[in-house]
């Protein structure tokens, strides 16, 4: 911008409320000639005045060639430039940052804060009176959550909804429960390479994110018992006609929030966190969901108490019945009600108070939604798939900081267990000799896998579950207690204890378990031990004392100096709500 112009007529902006176009000018030392520049611009794409007084919905676009799970994104942008038209207001799409699971090296959790800080940051710097953001693969709806939630504007969920299945030589398939099992059956030799190639072509049958209860399902699910989405935006698939109708609906409903006043921070309450742990246990949930909660939850000045978590996985049984717990795929939850059929069974246990992006309550919602009707996805709360919600948090010296295990995933025979440590150092470690012939081990040892954590790897993959050393595997052992301070895929089976805090990169205990040494899991008390004195443990810490990793620039040294452990999310130390509210939930 060379050329200064005349300024506009000085008083325009003024007497004008800070809304639509008018707000968040660029600086150029004169406020009228800023909004004079800024509609000159706008002007070049063709829009009128009158377009230009309406209230403005930003529509975040991750649409990518990268990102099949969001291949859907041009049909939900018209659908909700239509809504937002229809109830009038002007839509402006914005692109963000894409992340899909299998094109972000090292791991897509990585770039989740990045994604988050894009998102926030857009959304503070252009002029918008509401936002909606367009997400679905796994980090995708955390990342816009979080960025969403410091920006503190009116702001709506849209998830791009499930994959269709496929379906190979009459089997039902979907990603990615069937990709991991029949990858399995191929290094067993149990189909040939043909089939394999076979299969692969009908595991990703449409556009749309994961089609069983993976990370991507399970956050979509927590944005609706959050509030953040219009009723029933959680479950219709990519490619149907009601997942276009709620894009319609979104679109309207974020024109109505751009002047109701119903910012981010009235439905982030504590209450709201408390509804979405209650789900995320009920859906036997990715382990996945907990850590990305506790990074919106500390946005908004909120910490996710892990313990009443452990409490309320007690009482709140696993209700739905999808891969990889059950049978069933999103589908067939979106065909059974969807999250008014699950919201229903577990009415007793929900803050109904909670606001949703209505302006209605929860409970209010569920009113609505009317009676449910025969089906066979959901199951009624005295008649649940486990009696327990999935998922169990650990706390012992290995673990100071907690961890966790997906019980519900869990071989029963193993959840009690004492054995001796085989301990990796870190991932090249495992891949060198886990499948050696002259590794020393047996089945009732105890797997350790260190330096995975959010600074260890970087970005704390989901490399969790260890497999089993192969001349077990071949000698038919199924499952082993294994332990890591990293992530699992929402799809992953077996008694692995994750999310061990501090991190071995940090120097926590966990950095100095030895091979040989004794541990102990005892899920009935929610304990996991090395059983090895303090006295030992200090002298091995003075011995070799563990050194954070750093780096010399860059978005890693931002990431290494600032990233938190993962009972607060994985985010950036920086990013935290500033006002501190306190836990949640709240008792
Ligand atoms: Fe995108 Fe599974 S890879 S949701």
Known sequence: MTTPLPPNNASEKSNQPESGLRQG???????GFSLFLRKAFIKGAGYTDKALERPVVGIANTGSAYNPCHGNAPQLIEAVKRGVMLAGGLPMEFPTISIHESFAAPTSMYLRNLMSMDTEEMIRAQPMDSIVMIGGCDKTVPAQLMGAASAGLPA????????????????????????????????????NAQEKDDVNNQLVASVGTCSVMGTASTMACIAEALGMTVPGGASPPAVTADRIRVAEETGALAVEMASNGLTIDKILTADAFENAMRVLLAIGGSTNGIVH???IAGRVGLDIDMQALDRMGRETPVLLDLKPSGQHYMEDFHKAGGMATLLRELKPLLKLNAMTVTGRTLGEELDIAGPGFKQDVVRPFNNPIYPQGGIAVLAGNLAPNGAIIKQSAADPQLMEHEGRAVVFENSEDLVTRIDSDDLDVNAEDILVLKNIGPKGAPGMPEAGYIPIP????????KDM??????????????????????EAAVGGNFAYVQTGDRIRLSVKNREISLLVSDQELQSRKDKKPVRSPTAQRGYLKLFLDTVTQAEHGVDFDFLRGTEILGKTPRN
Do not use: N
């Not at 379906?167 to 191929?186: I, L, M, N, P, Q």
């Not at 192969?470 to 052992?477: E, N, S, T």
């Open 293 to 295: 909660l506790a990074a």
């Open 156 to 191: 709506i969920q849209l998830v791009t909804g499930s994959m269709l299945t496929g379906s190979h030589r009459s089997e039902r398939v979907g990603a990615c429960t069937d990709c991991r099992r029949y990858w399995g059956k191929f290094r067993a030799g149990e189909i």
């Open 470 to 477: 192969m001349k077990l595997a071949r000698a038919g052992v």
């Open 481 to 502: 207690v294994r332990i890591s301070d990293g992530r699992m895929s929402g799809t992953a089976f077996g008694t692995i204890v994750l999310h061990v805090s501090p």
């Open 25 to 31: 000018l660029t600086s150029y030392g004169d406020k």
